[in-house]
């Protein structure tokens, strides 16, 4: 694994908002407390989302963005960029891997954090069709698109964009994490980010308690013991 030093810059490719506040968002705000730059981008406005439909679909759309901004806020990020695809229809098109290579060559991350692309038998919440399409795309942007110059040839001619070798992968919501990280410190941060999707959690009774209960789970399963947090990710080395 890429030692602690080495991860200065990370890209959180997600589908939806709120993805990166289940997935990662703990762990993104103790990176942000040590000063790396975080930088999330979202290839959908989750306009297919919410249960109180008083908003059309473009409605739905600025509001999850304006609760993605605020999410990100709340554990010190940023930057934060919307592709705009549509909720519920994102299939890992050449397109696809070109828009996120194309934010690799900007970013220019240490490390991608992203959704599995493999569905969970054992638990089927995270394997959403759009999180495998994404995770797929954005596994294929880092290998081999960002890297390789003669890939999606106009972003280097029309805009400029270097090659970029992204170092590491963690993917979230696959059937076999093997690195956790202890996100006590940080769990009332990510609380407040996942709270920040007003529309998508604000209805659902005890949900403190019910993301207390999830990620204090996985801290046991990871043994760190009783009365801690954590967030599990599958490492992939793409140096
Ligand atoms: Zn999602």
């Known amino acids: 694994m890429l030692p602690e030093s080495e991860i200065n810059r990370v890209l959180v490719v997600s589908a939806h908002p709120d993805d990166a506040d289940f997935g990662s968002a703990g762990t993104i705000a103790l990176f942000a407390d040590r000063g790396v730059e975080v ?9 297919a989302g919410g249960n109180e439909r008083t908003l059309d679909n473009s409605g739905m759309a600025e509001l999850r963005r304006t609760e993605q901004l605020a999410a990100a806020k709340a554990v010190g990020v ?12 994102v299939t890992p098109t050449l397109e696809l891997r070109r828009d996120i290579a194309r934010v690799i060559r900007q970013v220019k991350p240490d490390l991608v954090i992203t959704h599995h692309p493999d569905r969970n038998y054992q638990f089927i919440a995270p394997s959403h069709p759009d ?13 081999p698109d960002a890297r390789n110059p003669y890939a999606f040839p106009e972003l280097l001619k029309d805009e400029g964009l270097e090659a970029w070798t ?13 690195h956790w990280v202890d996100i006590t410190a940080s769990m009332d ?11 998508q959690v604000a209805h659902v009774e005890g949900f403190a308690d019910f993301v207390k209960s999830r990620f204090g789970a996985w801290a046991e399963q990871a043994g760190f013991g ?10 992939v080395p793409t140096a």
């Open 39 to 47: 930088t999330y981008l979202l290839v959908t406005d989750g306009d």
């Open 78 to 89: 940023s930057d934060v960029r919307f592709l705009g695809y549509s909720d519920g229809q």
């Open 131 to 143: 999180h495998r399409a994404v995770g797929g795309a954005a596994l294929d942007a880092v290998y």
């Open 166 to 178: 992204v170092r590491e992968v963690w993917l979230n919501g696959g059937p076999t994490p093997d």
């Open 189 to 199: 941060r990510k609380l407040a980010a996942l709270q920040s999707h007003v529309s």
């Open 226 to 235: 009783e009365g801690r947090y954590a967030e599990g990710f599958q490492v």
